[in-house]
């Protein structure tokens, strides 16, 4: 298996996560973004996108997009599942993924890419900060009733969520997610797992 990728990039990260929960080591193939080599022919042939990560198994299949490749490897590798048996267990996992997709990375992204190229735009930064305040109090009612975000255990909704949240402690908003209680247990559950350790080089 190959990963196509960079250590910093979130998406990359939760490849990375995945593989470490299944206790699997792919090769990693480093994408330099700095160089633009994600624009690359070599890695848009790759990744039509020209974006990171592309994931190719021991037979060749190729594949992009590191939500489709998490659940690929999840329903493929064996290991422990990440993707709920029961059917409502299932929908949460798949609410809170579409949740983080559609309202939480977005601005979470814009307060770390000012915080990261040292732009520093308060104006995006507060409308960022904005932005992931109804996506944090909607997961925190949810981790009120339980310790994941689809019950009991650790799923694929985690993994999502993640990268994002690192990034935005890594980046002075701790103060803002500590506001939180119940997202702040669950963030010290995830951020522990070793699985996310070993995929943020920790």
């Not at 990693?28 to 990744?47: T, Y």
């Not at 198994?57 to 992009?64: L, V």
């Not at 993994?159 to 702040?184: F, S």
Request: glycine share 8%.
């Amino acid at each position: 298996m190959k990963v196509y990728g960079n250590p910093m990039s979130t998406c990359t990260r939760k490849v990375l996560t995945v593989l470490a929960e299944k206790g699997r080591e792919a090769e990693f193939i480093n994408i330099d973004l700095m160089k633009g080599e994600q624009k690359s022919p070599a890695h848009v042939a790759r990744q039509p996108f020209g974006v990171v990560p592309a994931f190719e198994t021991d037979d060749g299949f190729m594949m992009y997009e590191s939500r489709a490749i998490i659940r690929f490897l999840d329903r493929t590798l064996p290991g422990p599942s990440l993707t709920p048996a029961d059917p409502r267990a299932y929908a949460l996992m798949e609410q809170f993924m579409a949740v983080e997709q559609s309202y939480f990375s977005g601005p979470a992204m814009k307060i770390v890419m000012e915080r990261f190229r040292g732009t520093n735009d308060e104006a995006n930064v507060a409308k960022g900060r904005e932005g992931i305040k109804r996506p944090l109090e909607v997961i925190d009612a949810a981790l009120a009733k339980q310790p994941f975000l689809a019950g009991t255990d650790f799923t694929l909704a985690e993994v999502t969520w993640a990268p994002y949240m690192d990034y935005l402690m890594a980046m002075g908003e701790a103060g803002l997610i500590g506001q939180y209680k119940n997202v702040t247990a669950w963030w010290d559950r995830v951020a522990n797992r070793p699985s996310f350790k070993k995929a943020v080089g920790r």
